[in-house]
């Protein structure tokens, strides 16, 4: 257990539809990832905040936003969904967003699985 | 326009024996690596990380070679044990761990 915590786990809605996803980072993280899984796809990263900010921008759709809460959870909204939308979402959360030489290791939640029908 | 490259999706390897994952990259300002173990279905796990002013990490049977004037690093797992069957992810980030970016993978088969 990483210690991250995503929900849903699963969910399956209509094209068109918006959803949003839910992260709860590892305790004392205050950096948080959301990268996209496609079928048979490598980890394409979205987007990350640190401490409620945006850090870095990757390759996230406009149709996408994501926000971090002062309590430091972070939403992934979805909308306007697409059929190829459907994928595995992961949050991932670390301590720091970069630290020096003793460096950043991220740490992912189980995923959420999007099926857009 | 891939900036961290894992060119064999799938590697083979008897138990017991040596299995050497490989990653290459292309933006030479990543200075902080890490290999990810995932299991389907499941999240990546964290196994193993380097930074760019070591050249060798070792835990355990897991070992990062880090190769910065060729831009390579590869993963050696010894002995190599059925368990470790999974993919493996290649992931490097710059000003020590700012903006990941992860390779395709490479699915790993220990065969008994």
């Known amino acids: 257990d990483s210690g991250v915590t995503q929900t849903p786990k699963h969910l399956i809605t209509a094209t068109g539809q918006r959803v949003t996803l839910r992260c709860s980072p590892r305790s004392g993280d205050l950096s948080v990832y959301w990268y996209q899984q496609s079928l048979d796809q490598g980890l394409q990263f979205l987007i990350q905040?640190?401490?409620?900010?945006?850090?870095a921008k990757g390759n996230i759709l406009e149709r996408f936003s994501a926000q971090q809460f002062p309590d430091l959870h972070s939403e992934l909204n979805l909308s306007s969904l697409e059929l190829g939308d459907s994928a595995l979402y992961f949050c991932a959360s670390s301590v720091a967003s970069g630290q020096g030489h003793s460096g950043n290791t991220i740490y992912f939640g189980e995923g959420s699985w999007l099926t857009v029908v | 326009d891939q900036q961290v490259k894992q060119n064999s999706p799938s590697l083979s390897v008897q138990e017991g024996r040596i299995s050497i994952l490989n990653c290459d990259y292309t933006?030479?300002?990543?200075?902080?690596f890490l290999w990810y173990k995932k299991y389907p279905a499941e999240g990546p796990t964290f196994l193993i990380s380097i930074s760019s002013i070591k050249d060798k990490n070792e835990d355990g049977r897991f070992t990062v070679f880090l190769n910065k004037s060729a831009k390579h690093l590869s993963l050696h797992i010894v002995p190599s044990q059925p368990g470790d069957s999974a993919v493996y992810f290649c992931a490097a980030s710059q000003n020590y761990g700012q903006n990941f970016v992860f390779g395709p993978g490479t699915r790993l088969s220990v065969l008994p």
């Open positions: 933006n030479s300002m990543f200075d902080y």
């Open positions: 905040y640190y401490n409620g900010e945006e850090r």
